[in-house]
């Protein structure tokens, strides 16, 4: 099973917890100081949040598969569609050790297809450190980011309050 993955930035962590636990009816599976997830199973999806970012709003989306062959069929699936793929292998990011890869849509949204192996005590650790590392970059990027951006990805000023 794919689970839909969206992860936004926000700007006071403890109100938007408390909003999205009230909106989801469910507390958050984590929790950090710069961090939270919910893991819903209606609808399946991981939603991240953190204030890790410039800008609130819509950093990325993507799909968290169960296994390694999900993981290796979409990543099948973006190859043959001639997808610019961003390939991350084994990595660490949102406090958990991932195989991850990354594509990007026309619009410029990135889009994070990943399996988690497990968790890990902090947000990120850089390359030189390893898995099974304690000390994290704190001067390090946002690890969640295909490319660079310059803000995350918003509804323009006009369409907010449109319905889709």
């Not at 970059?137 to 990805?153: F, G, K, V």
Request: glycine share 6%.
């Amino acid at each position: 099973m794919k689970r839909f993955h969206v992860h936004l930035h926000v700007d006071d962590l403890d109100k938007s917890v408390g909003f999205y636990s009230k909106l989801f009816a469910a507390e958050p599976a984590r929790v950090e100081a710069d961090y939270a997830k919910w893991m819903l199973d209606d609808p399946a999806i991981n939603f991240a949040i953190s204030t890790r970012g410039d800008k609130a709003g819509i950093d990325h989306l993507g799909f968290q598969t169960d296994d390694a062959a999900e993981l290796a069929s979409l990543k099948a699936r973006a190859a043959a569609a001639d997808m610019a793929l961003l390939d991350e292998g084994e990595t660490t990011c949102c406090y958990a050790r991932s195989e991850k890869h990354w594509i990007t849509d026309p619009q410029g949204i990135a889009w994070e297809h990943f399996h988690t192996l497990g968790n890990i005590p902090v947000f990120h650790l850089p390359a030189a450190v390893g898995a099974a590392g304690t000390t994290a970059d704190a001067t390090a990027p946002a690890c969640c980011a295909a490319a660079p951006r310059s803000t995350p990805m918003t509804l323009p000023e006009t369409s907010k309050s449109s319905c889709c």
